[in-house]
């Protein structure tokens, strides 16, 4: 005989399910199985979803007589499709054994589809197919997951995956750093620290690790959030040594760029490249340079994407931690109208808060350059554009760009690979939007560093996903992952008892379609 159990979501929605114990034959034990039949009414009543809104449905399914059973599987399907082609399964398995790779990869998979929040991945397991379907994980058996997932199982496993992905990279990997803010300081990796999101939080760190080949999240590394980006760098670059992938060749950001962190990473051996801030005295004097000469067949590189204009680029020599540096000047007529475009725009909207006297303190360097504000008891409050200024930006400098590193000499096989880092610099804002990462919840350093983990296993499906989807050019691009996941989730498989065949609900034309580009059918 079952029972009613409820869980409130925090939605304000309580959930009913009906409690059955059924014996697990390998973990040796009685273990419950909760089955979704409702939600509860204002008045208290059980309102019934539609497998058991007939009479005496709650009577079969207490008495084992319910004779079929509908399982959404269109998600699963893409899902583990993704996991096959990354080879992820194989070596999850490998490392933690296929009881807890089953429960990792569901709540992964619940994560992907968009029940980022805890509180709601039982219930999508429950309705969906998965490895953990038929005993759908609570929050607190989630909870339990995520602790048991020890430092050594992770490490063992990055080493693997990290293997798995280096031949495909030869070296090349896009690396960046995030910030995750937390208001529990009572976590040892949550500290203060530059925090880039702008919030008044602690917070911690996460340095990833991408192939820029592969294009898939190759490793990642959790710090407190005090650490420095140069640290994060080498101790990533260290570690991955240590996952006998040695000589690795980041393209970093324009976030990254310091005289002194160019200088301390070339000075330990650390194989970069990176753009510099157009800002910077040193790469203004280099376009200074190189203005006259630049616009040359010699100095050619590439045609755009659409074959209307030319990029041209020059090196020049530097050093850096007294080490030999090459500096790569670009010049793209067709980006300095779009420099310019966009500049405007911004300068726009620079004057209106000015105008409104709603300054911003992150745009006051753009105030002092490009306008003068001025305020005097006959005219009162005026703000006029600093026309000189305005000016040398347009003749001077839209349109150029910078970029520096210490291991590619030619300007066209350095910008060639810097423009594959767009392909997987999509991770970064993935790990915190897409896959609810934006806080860090949980208080035990154990749980949280389980929840990271699992975080990484889900942006690994979700870039597999996208690498599918963009593969196949099965659509126009207007398509995400999240709609395509939308799009199939109503195709279902319905179970009988007996012997009677699983039956399939029917495609749509786009399910067949995107099942189709997923080598599906």
């Not at 197919?129 to 995520?146: K, Q, V, W």
């Amino acid at each position: 005989m079952g029972s009613y159990t409820y869980l409130t979501k925090g939605n304000g929605t309580t959930y009913v399910y009906w409690q059955v114990s059924q014996w697990d034959s390998e973990r040796g034990m009685s273990v419950p199985k909760k089955t979704c039949v409702g939600k509860l009414g204002d008045d208290g009543e059980v309102i019934y979803n539609k497998r058991f809104s007939y009479p005496g449905a709650m009577d079969d399914l207490d008495s084992g007589r319910e004779e079929a059973e509908a399982v959404l599987i269109g998600q699963s399907m893409l899902l583990d499709a993704a996991c096959k082609r990354s080879g992820l399964t194989t070596a999850l398995d490998d490392v933690f054994g296929k009881a807890a790779t089953a429960r990792i990869v569901s709540i992964a998979y619940a994560i992907v589809a968009g029940d980022s929040r805890m509180y709601g991945a039982g219930s999508w397991m429950e309705s969906h197919a998965c490895p953990c379907h038929d005993a759908p994980l609570s929050s607190p058996r989630i909870s339990e997951t995520f602790a048991a997932i020890r430092s050594s199982l992770i490490e063992s496993f990055m080493a693997k995956w990290a293997s798995r992905t280096a031949s495909a990279d030869a070296g090349h990997y896009c690396f960046d750093l995030t910030s995750v803010s937390s208001s529990n300081e009572s976590n040892p990796f949550v500290e203060w620290g530059y925090n880039r999101d702008k919030e008044r939080l602690p917070q911690i760190n996460i340095a990833l690790l991408s192939g820029i080949t592969s294009r898939l999240p190759s490793a990642y590394l959790l710090l407190p959030g005090s650490v420095s980006d140069v640290t994060c760098v080498d101790e990533l670059g260290e570690r991955m040594a240590k996952y006998g992938i040695g000589g690795i060749r980041l393209a970093l950001d324009r976030g990254f760029y310091s005289q002194d962190n160019l200088d301390d990473m070339a000075g330990s051996g650390r194989r970069f490249m990176m753009p510099v801030p157009g800002n910077v005295n040193a790469a203004k004097d280099l376009i200074d340079s190189c203005r006259a000469d630049i616009e040359s067949d010699l100095h050619f590189v590439e045609t755009t994407e659409d074959g209307t204009a030319a990029v041209y680029g020059m090196t020049a020599l530097g050093t850096a931690g007294g080490k030999r540096l090459w500096r790569h000047v670009y010049f793209d007529a067709a980006r300095r109208v779009e420099h310019i475009s966009s500049f405007f725009a911004r300068l726009s909207a620079w004057e209106k808060e000015l105008r409104e006297k709603r300054p911003k303190k992150c745009n006051q360097a753009f105030y002092d350059k490009y306008f003068i504000v001025k305020a005097t008891p006959k005219r009162g409050y005026r703000v006029k554009r600093n026309i000189a200024a305005i000016n040398e930006f347009k003749t001077d400098y839209a349109g150029f760009w910078v970029i520096v590193t210490n291991f590619e000499k030619d300007a066209g096989k350095t910008l060639g690979l810097y423009r594959q880092r767009a392909r997987v610099e999509q991770h970064y804002d993935d790990l915190k939007n897409e896959l609810d990462m934006m806080r860090v919840r949980t208080h035990r350093q154990e749980t949280m560093r389980g929840r990271v983990f699992v975080h990484f296993v889900a942006l690994i499906i979700l870039q597999q996903l996208r690498i599918i989807m963009q593969d196949s050019k099965a659509h126009d691009g207007t398509l995400t992952v999240r709609t395509t996941l939308k799009k199939v989730d109503s195709y279902m498989r319905i179970k009988f008892k007996g012997q009677y065949k699983d039956v399939r609900s029917t495609m749509s034309k786009s399910q067949r379609e995107i099942f189709t580009a997923f080598g599906l059918l």
